[in-house]
């Protein structure tokens, strides 16, 4: 069974492929972060998205934007192994924590990346490079429905 944002994970372990993520932001941040990339009164129609891509699941990696790090900064993942793994928290986006408010959906489930196949000298890099520009692609979708997007 597939996770609610990928087919091809499981409940608890990513197909390693490329995710495409998308988390709604509270409109707060657009008062409380000027550095954010919009300008202007938002209107109330429209929403506040951060765009990611990430290996792990959408789940997890929203868990990692959001959750509390404790002092060793460190969680159990288990995207990639059976059992649980600690992995270090990665560097927090301006954005996210503290205003996050859900995991989003734009279609019924969100795109990817594949990386299971052929592979080739630079294959993993032009994976990666395909990821960042489904991530961009997206930001500017949402960006030309008027919302106010972030994305790396």
Known sequence: MGSDYCK??????SCNNYHLYIIELDRIVLEEKPS??????????KKVFYVGITKHTPECRYFQHTADRPDNNKYLCNCFTELPKPRKFPKKVKYVHGYDLDLTRISPINPIVRTDGPTFSGSATEQENKAKEEEREMGEKLRL????VYWN
């Open 36 to 45: 954010f990339p919009y300008k202007g009164i938002l209107p109330d129609d």
């Open 8 to 13: 091809d994970c499981d409940e608890k372990m």
């Open 145 to 148: 429905l008027g919302h106010a």
